[in-house]
């Protein structure tokens, strides 16, 4: 749900291509009018992101170039691991979303929504920009979860006090 905070995270171990340019690439996908895409484009813009946000104030560059992410100009085309996460953070008002784009822990982008879907999808993608571009882009241990996850939360607001009536009667007994 994106009346949730979540954290979406995943480690890109490589990206190799050949042709004109690929990519990989993580997405917060609502729906083809509402999305965040988070990407290394090798042979284009390098690091990037596009975000549509029909009917709202977040559409930035829904398709072409994107918007470049100047602080990685130095690494843009660096094919090897980086891990790539994206915070989600409701404002308050139903589809008000903010969005955070980290590479390896470091906040690189910040993308604002107003009319983002309730629910949303999380996609990884390799992609060649033309035919006959070849892309292979691996990617390892991705993670979705709320934050934090309200059963955490729960165990332990129901675990302390468990433990301290268990600890007390034991004490009572002996």
């Not at 050949?18 to 997405?27: C, E, F, I």
């Not at 284009?44 to 104030?57: H, T």
């Not at 604002?112 to 390892?140: C, H, W």
């Not at 979705?144 to 729960?154: C, F, R, Y």
Request: charged share 15%; with cysteine.
């Amino acid at each position: 749900s994106s009346a949730l905070d979540a954290e979406v995270s995943v480690d890109r171990v490589s990206l190799t291509g050949t042709g004109t340019a690929y990519r990989s690439s993580l997405w917060i996908y609502g729906d083809d009018g509402h999305y965040l895409h988070f990407s290394q484009n090798r042979g284009e813009s390098g690091w990037s992101y596009n975000a549509n946000d029909v009917g709202g104030i977040g559409t930035n560059n829904p398709t072409g170039g994107g918007v470049n992410i100047a602080s990685l100009d130095g690494i843009d085309n660096d094919g090897g691991q980086h891990a790539m996460k994206i915070v989600i953070s409701p404002t308050g008002e139903p589809g008000d979303v903010s969005m955070f784009m980290y590479l390896d822990d470091n906040l690189v982008a910040i993308q604002g929504f107003s009319n983002f879907p309730e629910t949303y999808k999380v996609m990884l993608t390799g992609q060649g920009r033309a035919i006959g571009d070849s892309v292979n882009a691996v990617f390892d241990n991705v993670n979705v979860q709320q934050v934090p996850e309200p059963s955490t939360v729960a165990l332990v607001c129901c675990a302390v006090p468990v433990a301290l009536i268990a600890w007390r009667r034991r004490r009572a007994v002996a």
